[in-house]
């Protein structure tokens, strides 16, 4: 499986931040795998975001207080998060995966005016 990262590399604050997950030689619909998205900040160590399961059922870091949200598009085999209300601390590298087996090269994502 092997997955790729898409979005703007630059939000403002206060937006709302949308990135997309592009998966190929896997469905996102099979095989009881949860579809994760995870963050690194620069000089810190990986957050847990949230997943989208294989049957649709999602899950949230707590810290992030609500305001992220996992969807997918099932007939393009992709899943997005979206992250409102970002400020320069959601500044990271972002992940994408099939957890825990395959990860994306990742995408860098800074929120500044």
């Known amino acids: 499986v092997q997955l790729q990262e898409s979005g703007p590399g630059l939000v403002k604050p206060s937006q709302t931040l949308s990135l997309t997950c592009t998966v190929s030689?896997?469905?996102?619909?099979?095989?009881?795998?949860?579809w994760s998205w995870i963050r690194q900040p620069p000089g810190k160590g990986l957050e847990y975001i949230g997943y989208?399961?294989?049957?649709?059922?999602?899950y949230y870091n707590p810290s992030l207080k609500g305001r992220a949200s996992i969807s997918r598009d099932t007939s393009n085999n992709q899943f997005t998060l979206q992250l409102s209300s970002v400020t320069p601390d959601d500044t990271a590298l972002y992940y994408c995966?099939?957890?825990?087996?395959?990860w994306g090269q990742g995408t860098q994502v800074t929120v500044s005016s």
């Open positions: 030689g896997g469905s996102i619909t099979t095989g009881n795998f949860d």
């Open positions: 995966g099939r957890d825990p087996l395959d």
């Open positions: 989208i399961s294989y049957s649709g059922s999602t």
